[in-house]
């Protein structure tokens, strides 16, 4: 089958009209090792907004001949794009949310390869200069802003839900947004759009003109989740580790709707990090809400998180079902709480540096078959211990499920293997199969086959 594609040229308007010939010269390496290969890849799925597709492979061979290119004036630049989705243009012309997302992609690549990864400034195998280096791609983004008071609110849950689901998630937006709050996402379909969504409404009604809608993703994951063109400040951080860590950093309270692995991977990440001694005192608001349809999907969420990391875990949260208003209103409160709390104690309000992220939340996992064989998966480990290896075994779920990389490697050699001590692979395993019966682990129309086998 054909798929429709447009060419064109784009100018920065107004941001990334210079650069250097070496940042020119790494993007147009288009061998396989280059810079250009990565841009390649994050550019088509900025550009794949609203096709319907979570799949990197898939996306990545629909449109082998697509190709993006810098051209040099000595006005600045342009970007040559040639055999784009069609999806991304109306009449013809790139849709203006679109092309900025480009120039994003093309602003945090070269950022995070010249200034991050290639600089001996940031020691990224120490906690302190991950956090630090997760800052300064947030500073460079502009999307840390000083002299605000805390509104920004992360909203986490699936790609995959229903249409039901993907109503109340605008509800909930809304009513956020009636309230001056801020919506900061993963930025891709379902739960990530739907409260960026409602709160442009709310935003509108109250006649707040400077509304954000942050979009927060990595390249692993953007092919699956195509930045929708609400999110007016995207960033793009080197790896969903660093990418989660944004979430925490900037966010000032998190709302949790119903998803599949992915959203499980994200509840047991702040789950793990509330739980370090560290932050017993911290204040960070954590709602769990869907609609009365998500009841008994927040109470299996319940029951595997009481299973696995005990009563101390599930009183860091609060499940609301089927009141979009009271959560606007407990996240306002407790937004309030955060306030309080760092001005107290003198930290900022646009990044969290207060909170301690142990290097176990860290450090990259990469899921390869070995690697996911071997975690640790037992309850003779400190709690927030055990929360990071349940969360790598949630990521190694998704890289398989929708990552270019992991659809290959499952391929190659067949189901990942997820072992345990035998309760806890059986609640797991528990959770992992009502995700399933549920369509929460790819998009509707596409039969799911898993990518893992639990071995109890």
Not at 20 to 34: A, I, N, P, R
Not at 304 to 317: E, M, N, P, S
Request: charged share 25%; glycine share 10%; proline share 5%.
């Amino acid at each position: 089958m054909e798929y429709p594609v447009i060419d064109t040229q784009i100018s920065p308007d107004g941001r990334l009209e210079i650069l250097s010939k070496s940042e020119v010269q790494k993007l147009l390496d288009t061998s396989h090792s280059g810079l250009y290969q990565l841009f390649r890849r994050c550019s088509l799925a900025a550009l794949n907004c609203g096709s319907g597709l979570d799949d990197g492979k898939e996306l990545l061979e629909r449109y082998k001949s697509f190709d993006i290119s810098i051209v040099q004036r000595e006005r600045g630049i342009k970007l040559d794009v040639k055999g784009a989705p069609a999806s991304a243009f109306v009449d013809g012309i790139m849709i203006k949310g679109i092309q900025d997302h480009l120039f994003t992609v093309l602003r945090d690549i070269l950022f995070i390869h010249g200034e991050i990864e290639d600089s001996p400034k940031f020691d990224l195998d120490t906690t302190e200069g991950i956090s630090d280096a997760v800052f300064h791609i947030l500073r460079n983004a502009n999307v840390l802003r000083p002299q605000t008071n805390p509104n920004m609110v992360v909203c986490w849950g699936g790609h995959s839900i229903s249409s039901v689901e993907y109503d109340y998630t605008k509800e909930v937006g809304y009513q956020m947004g009636l309230r001056a709050l801020d919506i900061c996402t993963g930025c891709g379909p379902g739960a990530m759009k739907g409260p960026m969504k409602g709160a442009t409404i709310g935003h509108a009604k109250q006649r707040i003109a400077g509304g954000r809608y942050l979009g927060i993703t990595e390249p692993g994951i953007i092919a699956a989740e195509a930045p929708n063109p609400i999110v007016n400040d995207l960033i793009i951080l080197p790896d969903i580790e660093k990418r989660l860590e944004a979430f925490v950093r900037v966010g000032h309270a998190v709302v949790v709707f119903p998803g599949g692995a992915g959203t499980a991977e994200e509840i047991l990440y702040i789950l793990g990090i509330l739980l370090h001694p560290d932050n017993a005192d911290l204040p960070f608001p954590l709602i769990f809400t869907g609609p009365e349809s998500a009841k008994d999907y927040f109470r299996q969420i319940d029951q595997f998180i009481g299973d696995t990391l005990g009563a101390a875990a599930q009183g860091k949260y609060q499940i609301i079902v089927n009141d979009p208003a009271l959560v606007a209103q407990e996240v306002q409160a407790g937004i309030k709480k955060v306030r309080e709390f760092r001005k107290a104690k003198g930290d900022a309000y646009y990044f969290n540096w207060l909170l301690k992220i142990d290097t176990e939340f860290q450090k990259p996992f990469d899921p390869t078959h070995d690697n996911m064989r071997n975690l640790e998966l037992h309850k003779n480990q400190k709690n927030h211990l055990l929360a990071a290896n349940l969360r790598r075994a949630f990521s190694g779920v998704v890289a398989g499920n929708v990552k270019d990389q992991g659809i290959r490697a499952i391929e190659k050699h067949g189901h990942f293997e997820i072992r345990g001590d035998v309760a806890l692979m059986e609640s797991m395993d528990a959770l992992l199969n009502s995700f399933v019966a549920q369509n929460r682990m790819k998009l509707p129309g596409k039969a799911y086959i898993p990518c893992y086998r639990v071995i109890k």
